[in-house]
């Protein structure tokens, strides 16, 4: 989802070229009823979700990885929720964390009509601590939470990773002004947490130009 609530649902600076874009979302079939309704209630009430090529993408990289056990950090109304419950094994599940109650009863509602209620597991809850109390392994993670608080997510997401697990994060461009020279705090944050992810001796990854920027990492 954008970094920020004040950024709508494709709402962003353009990473790529308009073209690009555009030949993009040419390419993209039409949305099912459930989550065309869910990107309609996004666009209206400017709630920050992933965009279709981010969402693409952490379905096809859950149905790479044969995910069975998945994480996600911000559920909001639940679009990537589903994308990634649909890339699951058929007896997988994602555990989900949000902390506004109303974005997460939408959420509860939407991934029951799209008939993915019995993969998922949605905590009204901060990340933070929820992940503290999670047990078991994990082999997919999804981190679209506060922008700031990154780097604790990812200390609690790691050691709940397993070998081979896939590590996937949103917004890592901030609409391009990571790459320019911006002295805001919450630049300077992100560029910090890119440097030390794909630095990570525990890592191997890339940063891709999809949506606002998605960091992909495998955990050795």
Same mark, same amino acid.
């Given at each position: #989802?954008p970094y920020?609530d004040?950024? =709508?649902?494709r709402e962003q600076?353009?990473i !790529?070229?308009?073209?690009v874009s555009?030949y993009i979302? &040419? !390419? ?6 459930v989550?065309a309704? #869910?990107e309609a ?5 400017r709630?920050?979700? @992933? /965009?279709p090529a981010t969402?693409?993408?952490l379905? /096809?990289?859950?149905?790479?990885? $044969?995910? %069975? %056990?998945?994480?996600e /950090?911000?559920?909001?109304?639940g679009v990537?929720? !589903?994308?990634i419950?649909?890339?699951?094994a &058929?007896d $997988?599940q994602i555990?989900?964390f949000e902390?506004?109650?109303? %974005?997460?009863?939408a959420a @509860?509602?939407?991934l029951?009509?799209?008939g @993915? =209620?019995?993969?998922? =597991?949605?905590?009204? &809850?901060d990340?933070?601590?929820g992940?503290?109390?999670l047990e078991g392994?994990?082999?997919?993670a999804?981190?679209d939470?506060v922008?700031l &608080?990154?780097g604790?997510?990812?200390? *609690? @997401?790691?050691p !709940?990773l397993? =070998?081979?697990?896939v590590? /996937?994060v949103?917004n890592?461009l #901030?609409?391009?002004r990571?790459?320019i ?6 630049i300077?944050v992100?560029?910090a947490?890119?440097q030390r ?5 525990e890592?191997?990854g890339t940063?891709?130009?999809v949506g606002? $920027?998605v960091?992909v *990492?495998?955990k %050795?």
């Amino acid at each position: #989802m954008p970094y920020g609530d004040d950024h =709508s649902y494709r709402e962003q600076a353009v990473i !790529l070229t308009e073209p690009v874009s555009e030949y993009i979302d &040419q !390419l993209r079939s039409a949305p099912d009823r459930v989550l065309a309704a #869910m990107e309609a209630q996004a666009r209206t009430d400017r709630i920050p979700v @992933v /965009v279709p090529a981010t969402g693409r993408l952490l379905q /096809v990289l859950a149905l790479a990885r $044969g995910a %069975r %056990r998945a994480l996600e /950090v911000g559920t909001a109304i639940g679009v990537s929720t !589903l994308y990634i419950a649909r890339g699951l094994a &058929q007896d $997988g599940q994602i555990v989900s964390f949000e902390i506004d109650p109303a %974005r997460h009863a939408a959420a @509860v509602d939407y991934l029951d009509r799209a008939g @993915v =209620s019995d993969r998922v =597991s949605l905590r009204l &809850q901060d990340a933070r601590q929820g992940l503290a109390e999670l047990e078991g392994r994990f082999d997919f993670a999804f981190l679209d939470g506060v922008k700031l &608080q990154y780097g604790d997510y990812f200390d *609690a @997401v790691l050691p !709940l990773l397993d =070998s081979g697990a896939v590590l /996937v994060v949103d917004n890592v461009l #901030m609409d391009g002004r990571v790459a320019i020279d911006d002295a805001a705090e919450r630049i300077s944050v992100a560029r910090a947490f890119n440097q030390r992810l794909l630095g990570h001796p525990e890592l191997t990854g890339t940063l891709t130009p999809v949506g606002d $920027g998605v960091l992909v *990492a495998v955990k %050795r």
